[in-house]
């Protein structure tokens, strides 16, 4: 029986096209850069794939569908991984040398029959419309030359739920498959049934047929979680849909609004097992179940001062544990810098009688605070330096606490500002477990406030610490109110008033056939 085999790798960022941060390859190596021999170990059985951030993410989950479904014929082979925590485009350098890096490691690999990539979507680049698509090009125009007049090799790829599904990827790829929670904690899962799709596509057990759709919605579905109303009931029809034995995969994507894609939307991908009728009647089926909770909108945020007296009206949940406030305007985890000193200002002005904890990224203050002895008194300038346009530097008075180095954040030293405890971070501050707290001696039960910068995966990290959840708005470059700046080639809700999405659908997907 012939064996086959498999070249694996990611890159993958998601970008704020609002961020002036530019991202470099010093930030994919501060989280993940590693090629070769080493992402094999990365992905083994027992390893830990993206320390401090994930213990199970794809390339293991491809890893397990190997041995789960591969029955000793199929070779995984290492390419690279690059993964960076999300902000600005990339510069034109970073962009060149990831691609180039990737297409080095595919000539490595060659020979091989397959490549499974893990991408996020909504990469952003300068100078490039569609990053990702332009990756995925690159990709197939390497194995076209290589395969000569041998079979082409097969293309799978992940995606984040956020990404913004394109004429290029969906043409690019054989196999396309997204997660399907929010907060995303199937990572593994769905690399693994990607996996299997191409495993056995491979052996000739199935033939992926794939359709897909695009709507011109940037907005809906309330808070977009997949447990909750009213995404929930999206999530299990399309769950009842691949019941049916020739219906291989249903992936719906919500798109991040702060991507700069000029047909920005959510998008619905189908495969199935060689019926292209029932992969079209599938993606209808789900389009317009995505499209009818387009007019749930999410919920609206208080400013600081209000989200404060919140907390203090919140007794009970403070006694037993604490409140997750979110930044909703300045959320690292969809690209801003971590720099935005308003919701500190108001902890320090308006949030007296609570213990307030609360991160900011200033590198230079940290350099200066590294060597100071703890317990010691300061007064400082933080802050307003990466964006000075839109983030003004705060006096800040206390003493010199904690400090650690952590995955992903670099040097973080804490301040006692009394009722705020301050944490000054290297590198971005990508708040959303309490072990970055617990880490500077910040126990999360103890504060009444743990601010947080994130917009969703916080709410599994803090499982067992959080009482209540408050969204809290200030200004920054993750406010929703940026969409009414979007420049997009179509008319889409609830920028304009769309009624049905058929038509914009028709004309994006008519773009491939004439590309």
């Not at 000075?388 to 800040?396: D, K």
Request: with cysteine; hydrophobic share 45%; proline share 6%.
């Amino acid at each position: 029986m012939k064996g086959f085999r498999i070249a694996y790798g990611r890159i993958a960022q998601e970008t704020n096209a609002l961020s002036p941060l530019a991202t470099e390859l010093a930030d994919f190596e501060r989280i993940q850069l590693v090629e070769g021999d080493e992402l094999h170990r990365r992905t083994g059985p027992a390893a830990m794939e993206v320390p401090g951030f994930l213990r199970q993410a794809e390339l293991s989950g491809f890893r397990t569908a190997i041995r789960r479904w591969g029955k000793g014929r199929i070779e995984p082979v290492p390419l690279l991984s690059a993964w960076a925590i999300p902000g600005g485009p990339l510069t034109e350098s970073c962009f060149a040398s990831l691609r180039d890096r990737l297409i080095a490691s595919l000539e490595r690999a060659w020979p091989f029959d397959a490549v499974f990539l893990s991408m996020h979507g909504a990469m952003g680049a300068v100078g490039r419309k569609d990053p990702d698509g332009d990756l995925l090009r690159a990709v197939r125009e390497y194995l076209d030359i290589k395969r000569g007049d041998g079979p082409r090799p097969l293309v799978a790829v992940t995606l984040d739920l956020h990404a913004a599904l394109t004429v290029e990827m969906e043409a690019l790829t054989d196999i396309l498959s997204c997660y399907r929670t929010n907060p995303h904690r199937d990572h593994a899962q769905t690399a693994r049934r990607a996996g299997r799709i191409l495993i056995r596509t491979l052996f000739g057990e199935i033939r992926p047929t794939k359709a897909w759709r695009s709507l011109p919605m940037v907005l809906g579905g309330g808070m977009t979680l997949d447990f909750l109303s009213p995404m929930r009931r999206v999530f299990l029809l399309m769950k009842r849909l691949e019941l049916h034995p020739r219906v291989l995969d249903v992936s719906l994507f919500m798109c991040h609004i702060w991507n700069d894609h000029p047909e920005l939307g959510w998008g619905v991908h189908v495969i199935t097992d060689g019926d292209q009728a029932l992969a079209e009647r599938t993606a209808d089926h789900i389009a317009e179940a995505a499209w009818g909770v387009r007019h749930h909108r999410l919920p609206s945020a208080p400013m600081a001062e209000d989200a404060i007296m919140e907390v203090r009206a919140a007794r009970l949940a403070r006694r037993l544990g604490t409140v997750c406030m979110s930044d909703v305007s300045d959320v690292v985890g969809a690209g801003a810098a971590g720099e935005n000193p308003r919701l500190i200002e108001a902890l320090l002005a308006q949030g007296r009688g609570l213990m307030s904890y609360a991160p900011i990224r200033d590198a230079v203050a940290v350099a200066e605070l590294w060597d100071r002895p703890r317990g010691s008194l300061i007064s400082m300038s933080v802050g307003g330096r990466i964006h000075p346009e839109m983030n003004h530097a705060i006096e800040v008075h206390g003493r010199v606490g904690r400090r650690a180095t952590l995955d992903g954040c670099g040097r973080v030293v804490a301040l006692d500002l009394g009722h705020v405890q301050l944490a000054i971070t290297e590198g971005p501050p990508m708040v959303m477990k309490p072990a970055f707290y617990r880490s500077l001696g910040l126990e999360p039960f103890r504060a009444d406030i743990c601010v947080v910068k994130s917009f969703f995966p916080f709410r599994i990290y803090f499982a067992l610490e959080n009482r209540k959840t408050i969204y809290a708005r200030t200004r920054g470059v993750t406010d929703f109110e940026v969409i009414e700046d979007l420049k997009l080639t179509d008319r889409v809700f609830p920028l304009s008033s769309v009624t049905d999405w058929r038509d914009v659908d028709r004309a994006r997907r008519a773009r491939r056939t004439a590309s």
